[in-house]
């Protein structure tokens, strides 16, 4: 059995704030639909790669998923004292962008053997409209180290919660959908 990547109480809290924060925001102020969730692995190391368009990504795909999820954060947020604790709590952890940031690498590995599934944003950032134009390798790289399955999971709509010029998330119906790699058994 993996052993826990978190102190039992960073467990706790990262499920209290899913369910009385982020689950809540999804479905009844965000009008968010999940498509294929029972498609994903709730046990084994499983690498989740996705577009990546709004701040409320990593939160609204976890709740998705069904499990605990440990992201790949830029290193500039975890240098904002109460944020860099309330991340941690939800399972990330910094990397260095621009770079092959292997302590970045070995902390999605550690996550991966300890029973956390591992998302990774392909594009390495935010983009406008949540397109993947220049993936970056990492995720491949990762999960061929531990032989993990890839899961692609794609956001449409989470673009249009923070609009130009506006401060406050829009109350705008956004969708994660969970696609079937070809091939994989693991999600036949």
Same mark, same amino acid.
């Given at each position: 059995?993996?052993?826990?990547?978190?102190?039992?109480? $960073?467990?706790?809290?990262?499920? +209290?704030? &899913?369910?009385?924060?982020?689950?809540?925001? +999804? /479905?009844?102020?965000?009008?968010?639909? @999940?498509?294929? !969730?029972?498609?994903?692995?709730?046990?084994?190391?499983?690498?989740?790669?996705?577009?990546?368009?709004?701040?409320?990504?990593?939160? *609204?795909? $976890?709740?998705?998923?069904?499990?605990?999820?440990?992201?790949?954060? &830029?290193?500039?947020?975890?240098?904002?004292?109460?944020? $860099?604790?309330?991340?941690?709590?939800?399972?990330?952890?910094?990397?260095?962008?621009?770079?092959?940031?292997?302590?970045?690498?070995?902390?999605?590995?550690?996550?991966?053997?300890?029973? =956390?599934?591992?998302? @990774?944003?392909?594009?390495?950032?935010?983009?406008?409209?949540?397109? @993947?134009?220049?993936? %970056?390798?990492? !995720? !491949? +790289?990762?999960?061929?180290? *531990?032989?993990?399955?890839?899961?692609?999971?794609?956001? =449409?709509?989470?673009? %249009? *919660?923070?609009?130009?010029?506006?401060?406050?998330?829009?109350?705008?119906?956004? &969708?994660?959908? @969970?696609?079937?790699?070809?091939?994989? $058994? /693991?999600? %036949?």
């Amino acid at each position: 059995m993996p052993q826990q990547r978190e102190p039992k109480i $960073s467990l706790a809290l990262y499920h +209290l704030f &899913k369910w009385t924060v982020v689950n809540p925001s +999804l /479905h009844v102020y965000f009008r968010g639909q @999940i498509h294929n !969730a029972e498609r994903v692995p709730q046990q084994g190391p499983l690498v989740v790669v996705s577009n990546h368009a709004s701040d409320f990504d990593p939160p *609204i795909l $976890s709740n998705c998923m069904g499990r605990p999820v440990a992201f790949m954060a &830029k290193e500039e947020l975890f240098q904002v004292p109460v944020l $860099s604790t309330l991340i941690r709590w939800y399972g990330a952890y910094p990397v260095k962008r621009g770079s092959a940031d292997r302590s970045a690498i070995r902390a999605a590995l550690a996550s991966l053997d300890q029973g =956390w599934a591992a998302g @990774i944003f392909l594009q390495g950032t935010r983009t406008l409209d949540g397109r @993947i134009t220049d993936p %970056k390798h990492g !995720a !491949a +790289l990762i999960a061929s180290k *531990i032989q993990a399955p890839l899961l692609p999971v794609c956001l =449409w709509g989470t673009d %249009k *919660i923070i609009s130009k010029g506006k401060n406050l998330p829009q109350s705008t119906p956004s &969708k994660s959908f @969970i696609r079937q790699l070809r091939g994989l $058994s /693991h999600f %036949k």
